[in-house]
């Protein structure tokens, strides 16, 4: 997600952070108290695989009503979303719960992330149905080449097997042209796959929606980007425009901070790990406002319920927005304090356009990822120090 407007950060808010930065592990320590010593994962009892009904029921209990935002978000705009991941990967364990927001970067967080279940938030139901499509034509594609075949309605080219790397796989796709026929098949196999196999109890507007979506990237190829919206050709698409947006090959072939490939798509095992995972119904796409009364209470119960622990939650950039929209900020922070987290439990932030620490990452990138702790930030909040948007993101780092 992207937030055009520049902000500064004064230099005397940023001293004044720092000051209360350092008084926040002892503030979390007393308010929200953690669990050091690895047992959470090992207590959990959710199940290693969901059956259909379960997955469904979780999809529609714990989902609010639609709402809308100003793109389609088909694919990310976050090319430095994979450098924080040997971080991440440093300060917590694999085993519990992963949080997100938006389209599939989610996968490469989960696939690095290794947590026994995902939730994947959007205030848009769309991005649902997105997850709903990934997951359809994952589970039916046993490796990368069929899957991006497939994803994208193109045959595929000779030459590719389980060693390609991703730049071999993006750019051979790149040179195919889509099939009429093969898109045809595809959106039928989809709809089969979830209403038929599954059982899924879909709408006929949900199902027009998963058309509206793949017919986009039919249409647009490896080179579909986040606000891609030209009208025309497949699915009601014809035509795309990079204009300062990655394009999903570019974000399927970047590398984290340590020029390592992390992105779910990079090798046969990542893809392996991330079609267990939608075979097992572990990625459970909810829609949900992230200031909304029921999407994250409801989570957070099921996991209190089932004693696991948060390793993760992905915000992209959602608190710009909710810092502009009178206590939707405050109501977001009170939704988060009721998950189960411990001292490792990290928040994953997307920042764009200068905000303080833009910089710091690779000079190429138009924005980046920074890492705050949930428990020292929602303490932060509930003692009143984390009143804005710049104290958020001063109490986070690079």
Request: charged residues 15%; proline residues 5%.
């Amino acid at each position: 997600m992207l937030f055009d407007r520049p902000m500064g950060i004064a230099p005397a808010r940023r001293r004044r952070m720092l000051v209360v930065c350092s008084a926040l592990v002892a503030l979390a320590a007393v308010q929200l108290p953690a669990q050091t010593d690895g047992s959470a994962a090992a207590a959990s009892t959710i199940p290693a695989r969901l059956d259909d009904q379960t997955f469904w029921s979780l999809v529609s209990s714990i989902s609010e009503p639609g709402g809308s935002f100003r793109s389609d978000n088909f694919v990310s705009n976050e090319l430095g979303y994979q450098w924080v991941i040997p971080q991440l990967l440093r300060t917590t364990r694999p085993g519990g719960v992963y949080l997100g927001v938006g389209p599939d970067q989610n996968f490469t967080y989960i696939v690095a992330l290794q947590p026994r279940i995902s939730f994947i938030f959007d205030i848009r139901r769309q991005n649902m149905l997105t997850h709903l499509m990934y997951k359809a034509l994952i589970e039916a594609s046993p490796s990368r080449a069929a899957f991006l075949s497939q994803l994208f309605a193109r045959p595929r080219p000779a030459g590719l097997d389980s060693t390609s790397t991703p730049e071999a796989l993006l750019d051979a796709y790149e040179q195919v042209p889509s099939d009429s026929m093969l898109y045809r098949t595809t959106l039928a196999a989809i709809d089969d796959r979830l209403t038929t196999q599954h059982g899924f109890q879909l709408s006929n507007d949900d199902l027009a929606t998963i058309a509206y979506v793949y017919g986009a990237f039919v249409a647009a190829g490896p080179d579909i980007t986040y606000n891609f919206a030209q009208r025309g050709g497949y699915g009601g698409y014809g035509g795309y425009g990079r204009g300062r947006m990655p394009s999903y090959a570019q974000l399927m072939v970047a590398t984290d901070s340590e020029r390592v490939h992390r992105s779910y798509l990079a090798t046969e095992a990542n893809y392996g790990a991330l079609r267990t995972d939608e075979l097992e119904n572990r990625i459970v796409p909810v829609v949900g406002d992230f200031a909304g009364p029921k999407a994250i209470r409801a989570v957070a119960d099921y996991l209190t319920a089932h004693h696991a622990t948060v390793t993760a939650f992905y915000l992209s950039n959602v608190e710009q927005y909710l810092f502009q929209q009178d206590d939707d900020w405050r109501r977001f922070y009170t939704n988060a304090s009721a998950l189960p987290i411990d001292s490792s439990s990290t928040f994953i932030r997307s920042v764009f356009n200068g905000l303080g620490y833009y910089r710091r990452q690779s000079p190429g990138l138009r924005g980046q990822q920074l890492l705050g702790s949930m428990m020292q930030q929602l303490a932060a909040f509930k003692a009143g120090t984390l009143a804005n948007y710049y104290d958020v993101i001063e109490s986070s780092a690079p």
